[in-house]
């Protein structure tokens, strides 16, 4: 048998000390760690039973409800997008063109207007 001497033997390893997080960052999901209790009770504060007292109720709905504003966030622009062409393309049909035709035509012609202010053109200005 040998004999380990203390120049071989294996160090322990040193944990890093958590960072804190950004003061923006505390309300996001974070998916495989921790949250801090305070953190989860002040999301979790105004729901129904006892998701809004039970730590582990608490952290399943938080991190259900983060999950759905994130997927939310996400989602909204290319809703605003298809909100935007809707609203251009009716206001091209009162001309007598479709949308495809327009945006080509605003291409070729080098127009720089993005979809938003067509909204906001064809919304204000729809005789114009």
Known sequence: RRVASLATAP???L?????PAPPGM?????????????????????MYGRSNRCMKLAHLRVMKELN?????????????RTL??????AAAREHGIIYRRF??????????LDRK????LAETEPFT
């Open 68 to 80: 759905h504003k994130y997927y939310l966030r996400h989602r909204r622009p290319s809703q605003m």
């Open 103 to 112: 945006i080509d035509g605003l291409h070729r012609a080098n127009v720089p």
């Open 11 to 13: 160090r322990p390893r």
């Open 117 to 120: 202010t067509l909204c906001a």
């Open 26 to 46: 505390l309300l996001s999901a974070v998916r495989y760690a921790r949250i801090p209790r305070e953190i989860v009770f002040a999301v979790a504060k105004g």
């Open 84 to 89: 935007w062409i809707v609203r251009i393309n």
């Open 15 to 19: 944990r890093r000390p958590a960072r």
